[in-house]
Structures are given as C-alpha cells and as structure tokens.
Nanobody
Framework: QAQLVASGGGSVQAGGSLKLSCAAS????????MAWFRQDSDQAREGVAS???????NYTDSVKGRFTLFKSNRQRTVYLQMNSLKPEDTGIYYC??????????????????WGQGTQVTVNA
C-alpha cells in the first residue's frame, strides 16, 4: 500500500508558475508509476501527467511544453512544475500511483492509490 501526500497548491495570476509535490511512503519497493490528475467543479477527473520508475513521462496535450513532471533521487517524491499557467488549469490537483513500471493510460480508474487534493487557482 502506498500513502501519498500532496502539497504546493496556491493562487497565481495567468502566466505564473507553481510547483506541486507528492511524497510517497508505506511501500518497500519503488516500482510505481506516479501521476497527477486534476478536477474542476463538476467535471470529470482529468489525467495531467505520469512518470514511471525509469523517468519516462506522459503528458496530456493541454499541458505539453508548460508542465514538467520529475522525481527526486530517492524516487519517492515527484514534482510537477507548472509554468505559463492558464485559468483553465484551475482545479484540485491529486497525485496517484499504481504498482506497475509501465504507466497505464491517464485514466483515474487505472490508479488505485490517491493522495489528498491540493487547490490550484489561476486568475485571469
């Protein structure tokens, strides 16, 4: 079982930057794919980015070139650097994990472990 703790949300003006962190604990190996999802109001939870043990990353089209997902040297913390933020990036951001070295598609149902959300608000 993995426990995930997310942090780093906040409120910024459009064009600004934020960095989210997700610290994982409670497991004895590092063979996890970790990901970020976001959800705004009553919309469906949307996959943002994922990273596997080897550092391979996958991004949803709307954030490519603006967001970067990377890991700490110990593999147990992932960071989502978000630049050039837009109002449509607003939402609650959740980190998630699945026990697999191959990251599945960015669909919420593929990820059994979830952290608490952190709010990101981008003002126009």
């Amino acid at each position: 079982q993995a426990q995930l703790v997310a942090s780093g949300g906040g409120s910024v003006q459009a064009g600004g930057s934020l960095k989210l962190s997700c610290a994982a604990s409670g497991y004895t190996d590092s063979v996890y794919c970790m990901a970020w999802f976001r959800q705004d109001s009553d919309q469906a939870r949307e996959g943002v980015a994922s990273i596997n043990l080897s550092g391979w990353t996958n991004y949803t089209d709307s954030v490519k070139g603006r967001f970067t997902l990377f890991k700490s040297n110990r593999q147990r913390t992932v960071y989502l650097q978000m630049n050039s933020l837009k109002p449509e990036d607003t939402g609650i951001y959740y980190c998630a994990a699945v026990l697999s070295n191959r990251c599945p598609p960015l669909e919420a149902r593929q990820f059994p472990f979830w952290g608490q959300g952190t709010q990101v608000t981008v003002n126009a």
